[in-house]
């Protein structure tokens, strides 16, 4: 697992334009977002800590399908599992290794948000930042689930609209969910995303840690957790 994790981190290290995608793009779209709503800093206030966890779950998404799958497609997933190395172990390295620039990317938005552009958080930062890694590892773990499914890199980007899309549209970023029809929000309530968003809203308007909070932060890392473990399930050692 450790051996897996170390040879995705070399790869990364010697791909400049993923590193920025991982780790700068967030960032400039926070930035972005901020400038955009110049004249309402409280538009920016009640809308950046939802999005301060959603844009990494998008980015880590998108680059650890495309990742797995290219490793599948080239036959290096094939040639690792002729090894003594298990599916688990496999998915186990991987998660490790995005984890690790998980924590570069949510720890770089956050101290962004809050520092530089004035996010007004009631709670402690280091709680948004909780939050933001748990919804990067997510967003690891459904790429990694994802791009089982996929035949060509076109087809792990086609995923994005059937996996996230719903989820941003219910998540209650752009209306409250108990303001939905009651069958959306019905879904809602079974969407990780929609308790990312509701963790952030907690460190938002709450100065310690809520009862909300805590199902929201075990909600997501359990997702994330049993999504994991659903791509070691179904791991396939190369794409037909």
Not at 81 to 100: D, N, R, V
Request: proline share 5%.
């Amino acid at each position: 697992m450790t051996a897996t994790a170390g040879r995705v981190l070399r790869q990364l290290a010697h791909d400049p334009r993923t590193i920025a995608l991982l780790v700068i793009v967030p960032v400039l779209l926070i930035t972005l977002l901020r400038y955009v709503f110049d004249g309402a800093a409280g538009t920016f206030d009640s809308i950046g800590a939802s999005l301060l966890g959603i844009f990494p779950l998008i980015t880590m998404f998108l680059v650890t399908s495309i990742a797995t799958l290219r490793e599948r497609t080239s036959g290096t997933l094939e040639r690792l599992l002729s090894l003594p190395l298990g599916k688990g172990g496999l998915i186990g390295g991987y998660a490790l290794a995005f984890g690790a620039v998980a924590v570069v990317q949510s720890a770089l938005a956050t101290a962004v948000s809050v520092w530089l552009l004035g996010l007004d958080v009631v709670g402690s930062p280091w709680l948004l930042l909780l939050v933001a890694l748990l919804d990067a590892l997510l967003g690891t773990a459904l790429g990694l689930f994802v791009s089982a499914f996929a035949a060509s890199e076109f087809q792990a980007v086609q995923f994005m609209p059937a996996v996230i899309f719903p989820q941003l549209l219910l998540c209650g970023l752009f209306t409250p969910r108990e303001a939905m029809h009651p069958v959306l929000e019905a879904i809602s309530n079974v969407l990780p995303m929609s308790y990312a968003v509701d963790g952030m809203n907690q460190v938002l308007h709450h100065t310690g840690v809520t009862g909300d909070f805590v199902r929201d932060v075990v909600v997501v890392a359990g997702s994330a957790l049993l999504v994991l473990c659903l791509g070691a399930v179904t791991l396939r050692r190369r794409t037909p």
